[in-house]
């Protein structure tokens, strides 16, 4: 029995963001903001960015608010939140986002592992889960995927998008394999030791993404595409060897399935995060998106390579998780998290 989405009163859906002022969120946000007729924000949360927290619960007067870092519990800057609007403290205030009466949707846009027990409470409160947190699946796929029921939860990272995609109207059994593609990050073509002196200021300059430093510093090391390896294994219950990665500098595809009778599928657009945000919260409608339109007369040429894994060790250590599971999923990002916290303080070197 396929999953059935709630609406408000008014039959707007109401959309809980953790996460609000990062990437995803501010771009759910805009989002949320161009489709005010059928979308309404209700609920959001941040780590400890309260004055942009305060700033976005004014404009769509939100009824409810939470801070997860509770050092910041007390900013004086969250007095000035609307006049009835609730305010929660700790992470598990974040969760009782999840959980609230008045949402429909909660867009999971944590960074890291933390997003695992707010996705959890998505869920299991029948919640639609729109998921921007690739770590939830990679740490805890396999207790969150028996809990979605199916067209409960609608991946919102890019590449997951765009295989959700392909996959409508076709049975999954059919599939042949997932091509994931990768953009390569800043140090596509770079040698090892070329590599050994690169800055961190190097490695936030991505060439097609605007994103987080903790998912840009992944796609420099191509960390991201072997948690999103694992995270394609989790949602489409396909072995590692039935997934593989493609170098595909244009984000223009972004990503394709491969059908047993040779036919491929692929989803092309913009590189726009606002794409696969606002299909996740218009499901299973579409409407007209602020992202510019793709032209393809003046794209360029689209080319594919295959990974440098040599160069770029980290996608084959995610390779060597996937293949033996367990819990070596949470090991590899947990080390992940704290190796890339290093490196954004200039702590360790980038082959560190």
């Known amino acids: 029995m396929s999953f059935q989405t709630t609406y408000g009163p008014d039959g707007r859906l109401r959309v809980a963001i953790l996460g609000c002022t990062g990437s995803i969120g501010t771009q759910a946000l805009d989002v949320c903001r161009q489709h005010a007729d059928?979308?309404?924000?209700?609920?959001l949360s941040?780590?400890?960015?309260?004055?942009?927290l305060v700033a976005a619960a004014r404009e769509f007067s939100v009824p409810a608010v939470a801070v997860a870092d509770a050092a910041h519990g007390d900013d004086a800057v969250l007095q000035e939140l609307p006049e009835g609007t609730k305010l929660g403290v700790g992470a598990q205030a974040v969760c009782e986002l999840a959980r609230r009466d008045d949402v429909d949707c909660v867009l999971v846009a944590i960074v890291g592992a933390a997003g695992l027990e707010a996705s959890h409470a998505a869920l299991t409160s029948n919640k639609r889960l729109a998921l921007a947190n690739k770590e939830s699946l990679v740490v805890g796929g396999d207790l969150l995927m028996p809990l979605a029921q199916p067209g409960q939860l609608i991946p919102v990272d890019s590449e997951h998008s765009a295989i959700y995609q392909c996959y409508l109207g076709e049975n999954p059994r059919e599939a042949h394999c997932i091509w994931l593609t990768c953009s390569g990050g800043p140090f596509f073509g770079r040698t090892r030791d070329e590599l050994d002196r690169v800055t961190r200021a190097d490695a936030l300059a991505h060439p097609t993404w605007a994103m987080g430093a903790k998912i840009t510093i992944d796609s420099a090391t191509l960390m991201n595409k072997g948690l999103e390896l694992i995270e394609a294994m989790r949602l489409y219950r396909l072995p590692m060897e039935q997934v593989s990665v493609v170098i595909?500098?244009?984000?223009?595809?972004?990503?394709?399935?491969?059908?047993v009778d040779g036919a491929v599928l692929a989803q092309l657009g913009a590189p726009d995060m606002r794409l696969p945000i606002q299909l996740a919260l218009t499901w299973p409608d579409r409407a007209p998106c602020p992202a510019p339109d793709l032209d393809l007369l003046s794209c360029g040429p689209l080319t594919f390579d295959r990974p440098d894994l040599e160069t770029f060790p980290c996608l084959g250590l995610a390779m060597e998780a996937a293949k033996a599971g367990g819990t070596a999923g949470a090991v590899l990002s947990g080390a992940n998290e704290v190796a890339v916290g290093l490196y954004l303080l200039d702590q360790v070197g980038f082959y560190d």
Not at 38 to 43: E, F, P
Not at 248 to 259: D, I
């Open 38 to 43: 059928r979308l309404q924000v209700t609920a």
């Open 46 to 52: 941040v780590n400890s960015s309260t004055s942009e």
């Open 248 to 259: 595909h500098r244009q984000s223009v595809v972004h990503s394709l399935v491969e059908y």
